[in-house]
């Protein structure tokens, strides 16, 4: 039977896009009255709450608040338009080699998950993309209010997918802990490079091209996929 493949979304689906998300803030800052670098680390800084707590438009009000702004409405509603606007682009950015990973995945009957640790106005972007169609089960942490590496998340898809953990094959990076918590609750781990090298001390096979998924998943149970020795797969 084809295993279900779950997978994480930034720096394994999609660029990260690191760089124009601080940008973006940038931007949101000038409209509600703070200086840019300020908001920019305000926002690195709360990570944690703006992935399993705040919305947009109630993170740009504590943060401008804390940097001693009064935002109105008006401009935090101009401020939240702008980040989403950004996740909407981030989403739509995703290669046609990627999606076509994807639909040879879904055309062989492997049910799909997603986990991802983002903010709420991914989840937001989510359903208009071409990516969900593509997707049996779609978590987001700003939804469920839990996020990676909480072993919580990565049952929930399981179940979601009406299966048990250790039937998952998980696909990410290795941002936040993800490897290790999926391979705490018995999925099997492949970290993936394609994007960016996030986790180079993980021990576990490593998938260096997005593309080779489906042919792997084809092959019989093998070591290459269930050792956690440091192994390449090409």
Known sequence: MPRPVIFDLFHTLVEGADQERDRVVGEMALIVGVAPAALVAAYHASWRDRLVRWDVEETVRLLAGRLGGAPTDDQVTRAGHLR????????????AATLGVLDALRAER??????????????????????????????????VRLAKPDPAIFKLAAERLGVV???????????????????AVGMTVLRTTEHNDTD???G?????????????LREPAGPHLASTSDSQIR
């Not at 953990?165 to 999926?182: I, M, S």
């Not at 576990?204 to 792997?216: Q, S, V």
């Open 84 to 95: 989403r606007a950004l996740a909407r682009r981030v989403l739509d950015s995703v290669s």
């Open 110 to 143: 492997h049910p799909l998950a997603l986990i991802s640790n983002a903010t709420s106005e991914t989840a937001e972007a989510w359903p208009g993309s071409r990516l969900a169609r593509r997707f049996d089960v779609a978590i987001f942490s700003s939804e």
């Open 165 to 183: 953990p250790t039937e998952c094959v998980y696909v990410g990076d290795g941002a936040d802990g993800e490897l290790a918590g999926a391979a």
């Open 200 to 202: 180079p001390s993980w």
């Open 204 to 216: 576990g096979p490593m998938l260096a091209a997005l593309g080779d998924l489906p042919a792997l």
